[in-house]
């Protein structure tokens, strides 16, 4: 749910269930997601987006990654834990040409018991996947480095539902990231448009937009190029 106006979000947050996910429209490795567990929680985060808002860069809760990345084992400690210490004093470049983040809030489902999400990536006629999953006592996938790669990981009908989703968006290249609901049904968790390009690199081959799969290494940067290309002649 996406609100524009407060009076309509506290409403509807006294009408709804918990918990909820609350986010803002910027981030990525899961900054900027909240777990809403309670009434009192949503209306705390409502009245801050419509008063002094958010930052684009939470740098507590950067800090706060950075520690359970260490404690995960999935960060070396020493040059982790200084970048974190000093994202606290030492303002991000892009943070200062950022406005801070209000006038809105977002809240999503939280849809239990996923222990990982899929990630499909779409560019033109051609699709490639990876499952991502969940971060040790967390519910996200995001940016917990604990990826597998093969085909038989991935559930097809995400690649289906991405592609035909791209089509309706007419668009060049999209990242969608998808959860189950209780029946096992795949729902798209969000949609986003670009990613670190080398986390891709395992990935033992591709999809046509007909769900054929070619296995072997490919370069996705050259299907911009292509796609980019063939727009241009038309």
Not at 44 to 49: D, P
Not at 133 to 139: A, E, S, T, V
């Given at each position: 749910m996406f609100f524009y106006e407060k009076t309509e979000a506290i409403d509807w947050i006294k009408s709804t269930t918990f918990p909820k996910v609350f986010k803002l429209r910027g981030g990525a490795g899961a900054l900027n997601v909240n777990l809403v567990r309670t009434e009192k929680e949503a209306i705390y985060f409502t009245?801050?987006?419509?008063?002094?808002?958010?930052?684009?860069?939470?740098?507590?809760?950067?800090?706060?990654?950075k520690i359970k990345k260490v404690i995960a084992g999935n960060e070396p400690f020493f040059w982790e834990m200084l970048k974190g210490i000093a994202a606290l004093f030492v303002p991000i470049e892009f943070t200062k040409m950022r406005d801070r983040e209000k006038g809105y809030v977002y809240f999503q489902d939280f849809i239990p018991n996923n222990a990982f999400d899929i990630r499909v990536v779409v560019v033109g006629n051609k699709a490639f996947a990876n499952k991502r999953i969940n971060r040790k006592n967390d519910f996200w996938a995001s940016g917990s480095r604990n990826y597998l790669f093969e085909k038989k990981e991935i559930d097809e009908r995400c690649v289906q539902i991405a592609f035909e989703?791209?089509?309706?968006?007419?668009?060049?290249?999209?990242?969608?990231?998808?959860?189950?609901?209780?029946?096992?049904?795949?729902l798209i968790l969000e949609i986003s448009y670009c990613s670190v390009v080398h986390k891709y690199d395992k990935c033992p081959g591709y999809w046509d937009d007909k769900l054929n799969f070619y296995e072997g290494k490919f370069n996705p940067q050259y299907w911009h190029i292509e796609n980019l290309i063939s727009t241009i002649k038309k």
């Amino acid at each position: 749910m996406f609100f524009y106006e407060k009076t309509e979000a506290i409403d509807w947050i006294k009408s709804t269930t918990f918990p909820k996910v609350f986010k803002l429209r910027g981030g990525a490795g899961a900054l900027n997601v909240n777990l809403v567990r309670t009434e009192k929680e949503a209306i705390y985060f409502t009245n801050k987006a419509f008063s002094r808002g958010f930052s684009q860069f939470d740098r507590f809760g950067f800090l706060k990654d950075k520690i359970k990345k260490v404690i995960a084992g999935n960060e070396p400690f020493f040059w982790e834990m200084l970048k974190g210490i000093a994202a606290l004093f030492v303002p991000i470049e892009f943070t200062k040409m950022r406005d801070r983040e209000k006038g809105y809030v977002y809240f999503q489902d939280f849809i239990p018991n996923n222990a990982f999400d899929i990630r499909v990536v779409v560019v033109g006629n051609k699709a490639f996947a990876n499952k991502r999953i969940n971060r040790k006592n967390d519910f996200w996938a995001s940016g917990s480095r604990n990826y597998l790669f093969e085909k038989k990981e991935i559930d097809e009908r995400c690649v289906q539902i991405a592609f035909e989703v791209n089509r309706k968006l007419n668009s060049q290249s999209t990242y969608y990231d998808f959860v189950f609901d209780e029946a096992s049904n795949p729902l798209i968790l969000e949609i986003s448009y670009c990613s670190v390009v080398h986390k891709y690199d395992k990935c033992p081959g591709y999809w046509d937009d007909k769900l054929n799969f070619y296995e072997g290494k490919f370069n996705p940067q050259y299907w911009h190029i292509e796609n980019l290309i063939s727009t241009i002649k038309k």
